[in-house]
């Protein structure tokens, strides 16, 4: 099967965009790791998909699948690039669009700068929703929230790890970290996303705080990996920071793939916005097996 796609990122984190408005592609799990691996598909860290409205005042459906294949709800780089790309495809002239995703609906606006703010909703606390389970846990009180700790099987550390738990349309642990660029984030990140806490597995954000409107983040996503960049885990960072007392309103974020700009008044029903570019990197075509598959696409 020949399908068309094009490959955007934000911040460098980059991904595959395929446009079902005309018809569904009929793609499986294994398509879509095949798709995301860098060897021997297109390469990304999420695909995707463009589909059209599913109701009344809702633009575009917006599905995305991490590198490992699974439905995930949520995806805030996505979103900006979601935007450029329904734009550029002549989907939309709108500057703004409503669009329904697994984890609720989201609004993608297009600034005069180029650069791409989306409503991401209000943060979720409510442990159940998350999911997380605190059975056996003990939080820990810091400034008008808690952290909760989590024991990990990390060589020379027995000291549990300390973190900020939320939901951004998906789930967040956010931990304090003096350094970013020496934080463990390969070794506990795969732990912290599997921890027994998290049903549905979590994604790991490793903050630095430069100042009170600038942090340094770094995270492990949940079925992909170390990521450049995270939209998603810049603002659970920025939630927690300002839930803990230590950050301002309007946060710079700096990643590894480059700055983002992270909003929120701190009322607890208040949305954050999340701000940042938008790349088109190119357009082509690419031909997807049916299978059978090398062990290297095959799940872990």
Not at 70 to 76: I, L, M
Not at 156 to 166: C, E, H, M, S, Y
Not at 256 to 274: C, F, H, M, Q
Request: proline share 8%.
């Amino acid at each position: 099967m020949r399908i068309r796609f094009t490959k955007m990122q934000g911040a460098g984190n980059d991904f595959v965009v395929l446009d079902e408005t005309r018809g569904p592609l009929g793609l499986t799990t294994a398509h879509y790791r095949f798709l995301a691996d860098r060897h021997f598909g297109v390469g990304a860290d999420q695909i995707l998909t463009v589909r059209p409205s599913p109701g009344e005042g809702i633009d575009f459906e917006y599905v995305i699948h991490n590198a490992d294949g699974g439905e995930v709800e949520q995806c805030g780089n996505g979103a900006r690039c979601f935007l450029r790309f329904v734009r550029e495809q002549g989907l939309t002239t709108q500057d703004v669009v409503r669009v329904k995703t697994l984890g609720g609906v989201i609004e993608p606006r297009l600034q005069p700068d180029g650069r791409v703010t989306v409503n991401m909703g209000a943060p979720v606390f409510a442990l159940a929703v998350i999911p997380f389970d605190p059975a056996g846990l003990t939080p820990e009180a810091t400034g008008l929230w808690q952290k909760w700790p989590l024991v990990l099987d990390l060589p020379g550390q027995k000291a549990p790890v300390l973190i900020a738990v939320l939901s951004m349309g998906n789930p967040h642990a956010v931990q304090l970290v003096g350094d970013v660029d020496s934080a463990p984030v390969a070794q506990a990140g795969p732990l912290i996303e599997r921890h027994a806490a998290f049903p549905k597995r979590v994604n790991a954000g490793f903050m630095q705080v430069v100042s009170r409107r600038q942090v340094r983040l770094r995270v492990h996503e949940r079925g992909a990996g170390e990521t450049l960049a995270c939209g998603t885990g810049a603002c659970a960072a920025v939630v927690a920071g300002i839930r803990l007392g230590l950050l301002d309103p309007r946060v710079e974020v700096l990643t590894r793939g480059g700055p983002l700009t992270i909003e929120w008044s701190g009322r607890l029903d208040a949305p954050v916005l999340l701000t940042g570019p938008a790349t088109t990197v190119y357009t082509a075509e690419i031909d997807i097996p049916d299978g059978p598959w090398p062990a290297a696409l095959m799940p872990a």
